[in-house]
């Protein structure tokens, strides 16, 4: 049973890639015809669309809003918040050692990030509003940021191939987010987790033929898990999950996830359903990248590396060690 699902998320996981680009560049295609569609009718009925649509007054509130200095610095505050709750997330080590996600490989965990910052950014995406998707801007520029100060700290990349690389990037977290956007909204449960579980073997775990199928499966389910507990929606029916807790909205506003527990990694069988597989234990005096509790590593604009404790706001250009009582 696991071998034929491992032969069909290896097959999803190919077929994912060339239907992205194709699906990405028909849209691109489509876009220059639409435009021309749309600013055909609008000039037909913009008196139509003024009244029934948008009233002055709205629209002036969205500009002053857009422009005000104050809502501009509290949104970036707002969207700062929220990255650095999926960058706190992306970056626990539970991931790397039960979870088996490669520690040293960027895009692996470039992977992992978008994850963590695809599910705020469906929360707000709830409210169809000015603010919302400005805040959605600056969640994403301060992810470009964060994004180009970790491939300036990569060895052997020169500063004139930092903005190519970005570029790459970029485009890959596109395809990564829309191909989440589509396995979640499935309806069919056996499609949506075959398709979520394809996302997560090439985005995350880079089609490692080593990795249970089990553990991505397990995976799959907390995805589905904590969207809901996030969005307070359904995976599948689009529909309020009423019967389940989800974060509430001035949490939310603060930047204060509360997560769901990590998924269950251990007793894990291999493809043939039968074997079990070992688990992992964590020995903390041979991880190089060991950090104590709390403490994050991160880069300047530059790609220097600093470490800071999000909760004590601590910062420290030196490695932190942990204190022995």
């Known amino acids: 049973m ?5 032969s069909t998320l290896t097959t999803r996981a190919k077929a994912h890639m060339s239907a992205c680009r194709s699906r990405a560049a028909h849209r691109i295609s489509s876009v220059v015809p639409l435009s021309r569609s749309l600013h055909a009718t609008s000039t037909l009925h913009s008196d139509a669309n003024t009244d029934n649509n948008q009233s002055l007054s709205h629209r002036l509130s ?6 005000n200095i104050t ?13 650095r709750a999926a960058q706190h997330r992306a ?4 991931w790397h050692v039960q979870g088996r996600v490669c520690p040293h490989e960027f895009r692996a965990h470039h992977g992992l990030l978008t994850l963590n910052v695809w599910l705020l950014n469906k929360r707000l995406m709830m409210k169809d509003d000015n603010n ?14 964060d994004t180009r100060a970790r491939i300036r700290a990569q060895d052997g990349i020169s500063e004139l191939m930092v903005n190519k690389h970005l570029t790459d990037m970029q485009q890959r977290t596109f395809q990564n987010c829309f191909l989440l956007d589509e396995g979640i909204g499935l309806s069919d449960e056996q499609a949506r987790k075959s398709e979520l579980g394809a996302v997560l073997y090439n985005y995350i775990y880079l089609k490692k033929e080593d990795v249970p199928t089990m553990l991505i499966m397990r995976f ?18 689009g529909g309020h999950d009423k019967s389940s807790y989800h974060l509430a909205q001035h949490f939310f506003d603060e930047g204060r996830i509360g997560w769901l527990d990590f998924p269950e990694f251990d007793n894990l069988l291999a493809d043939d359903g039968i074997t079990q597989i070992d688990d ?7 991880d190089v990248n060991y950090l104590p509790d709390g403490w994050l590593k991160t880069y ?26």
């Open 62 to 67: 969205n500009i002053w809003s857009t422009y």
């Open 300 to 325: 300047t604009d530059a790609g220097e590396t600093y470490y800071w404790h999000p909760h004590t706001l601590d910062v420290s250009w030196e490695k932190p060690v942990k204190k022995v009582l």
């Open 132 to 145: 919302s998707k400005l805040v959605q801007e600056e969640l994403f520029d301060a992810f470009w940021n």
């Open 2 to 6: 696991l071998s034929n699902a491992r």
């Open 220 to 237: 799959v389910d907390y995805i589905e898990e904590e969207y809901q507990n996030i969005t307070g929606m359904n995976a599948g029916t």
């Open 91 to 94: 970056s626990q080590k539970y």
């Open 71 to 83: 809502d501009q610095r509290n949104r970036i505050e707002h969207a700062e918040r929220l990255f």
């Open 280 to 286: 992992v234990i964590y020995n903390e005096k041979e």
